[in-house]
């Protein structure tokens, strides 16, 4: 059969992909390669695309070519519906498309997830994170829950106070409670610093990738509280006037790694106003966590206020830009790390990896499926898996 026959496709499932890639049907065209009405005639269903073109499509749109084939559409929320917990400054002025991207690649992700448990384990009902949180519980009670279920008081403390070691010690002791733990690539930290999606099997957590290691623990940890409450959410970590939910996550990420007792026993304040950025970071440090988290961890304790947190606000932003300017210098003429198989693992996680991997040689799915999910060549699948295990916080 030569390559440029035409499939049964059906038509919604093609309006669907371009739709849910957030693209509309001209710009569609120009990167598809052919004429606006060609893709008004597909979704029309007045047209069927050839195979290369469905190939061209899975490229452009970021889907699987067996999306393409499916006879209904999924029954899964749209990444726009993921519950909003940003405030409202933060929803303007950058551009969205990067996170609209993330979300998308994140779902999925998480379907792929699901259709693998189905077809290797009959059952998606397994998929669920390996922990529950009561919302009920306060705060404090539920970060206990956190700290044992994570083990937390067996991390060395030369580990704590290695910033990109305890990210990295974080991020797999939430994989190997049945977590999938992504990062994302170009979206702005002043967006968005998490989301996870957890109302359902096989969940979700992303961190952001432009975030410094220790803004990455504390979200992680945020984000954990969700996927045990079974909620989902997009986050940027600055909650003062919000709903119980966030703030109860908010609450429980500080005590988790901030435990009342020893974060106590190193604040000596005669009044809030003498919290400086300095003393902030001396004190997260301790903890592993930035200074902005310890500002939020004196407020949780009454030891401080919100209007504290904004005053220090900008002097943490500085410093972050900061950081990120040293980066891009530390970088200039050298190779640029980390190397693109190690950038690969860290975005697409390394639980992701192992269970498309681990599908293929219980041959529920195809090499063609695993170079469409890992998103290599399928001859490069080992040199992915060769560096799973060093990619970077």
């Known amino acids: ?9 059906q038509a919604p499932v093609l309006r669907w992909a371009r739709e849910t890639a957030r693209i509309d049907q001209q710009t569609a065209a120009a990167r598809l390669g052919v004429k606006l009405n060609r893709v008004e005639q597909w979704e029309a269903g007045q047209a069927t695309p050839t195979l290369n073109q469905l190939r061209k499509m899975s490229d452009v749109y970021e889907r699987p070519l067996a ?9 899964v929320p749209e990444p726009s519906r993921l519950p909003d917990f940003r405030r409202s400054e933060t929803r303007e002025g950058i551009d969205p498309a990067p996170l609209q991207k993330a979300i998308s690649r994140a779902y999925r992700q998480r379907d792929a997830l699901i259709d693998i448990l189905e077809a290797t384990d009959g059952n998606a009902e397994s998929g669920y994170a390996a922990f529950e949180l009561d919302p009920e519980s306060s705060a404090e009670e539920i970060s206990v829950e956190l700290r044992t279920a994570l083990d937390l008081d067996s991390i060395p403390r030369a580990t704590v106070l290695r910033p990109e070691e305890y990210a990295r010690t974080l991020i797999r002791r939430a994989e190997a409670l049945g977590i999938t733990v992504i990062q994302t690539q170009r979206v702005d930290a002043r967006l968005m610093r998490g989301f996870s999606i957890a109302d359902g099997p096989c969940p979700i957590i992303a961190l952001n990738g432009a975030d410094w290691p220790r803004g990455k623990i504390y979200t992680l940890i945020h984000e954990l509280a969700h996927v045990g409450f079974r909620t989902s959410g997009l986050c940027d970590l600055q909650h003062e006037d919000d709903g119980d939910l966030e703030r109860k996550c908010e609450q429980i990420a500080a005590a988790t790694l901030m435990p009342k007792d020893q974060f106590l026993s190193l604040i000596d304040l005669p009044d809030s106003r003498a919290l400086d950025t300095d003393t ?3 004190i997260g440090s301790q903890f592993g966590v930035s200074g902005e988290a310890a500002v939020l961890r ?5 030891l401080a206020e919100w209007d504290d947190y904004w005053r220090l606000k900008p002097e943490f932003d500085a410093a972050y830009r900061a950081f990120r300017t040293e980066q891009r210098e530390a970088r200039e003429g050298k190779d640029p790390p980390p190397i693109f198989y190690q950038l690969k693992a860290r975005d697409l996680g390394r639980r992701f990896i192992t ?3 681990e599908a293929h040689r219980d041959e529920a799915i195809s090499s063609r499926d695993v170079s469409q999910l890992l998103e290599v060549s399928y001859d490069k699948v080992p040199k992915l898996l060769s560096v799973i295990g060093e990619a970077p916080a």
Not at 298 to 302: K, P, R, V
């Open 67 to 75: 999306a393409f084939f499916m006879r209904e559409l999924p029954d």
């Open 355 to 357: 269970r498309v991997v």
């Open 298 to 302: 004196t407020i949780e304790l009454g």
């Open 1 to 9: 059969m030569s390559t440029a026959s035409s499939f049964a496709v």
């Open 280 to 282: 902030a970071r001396a």
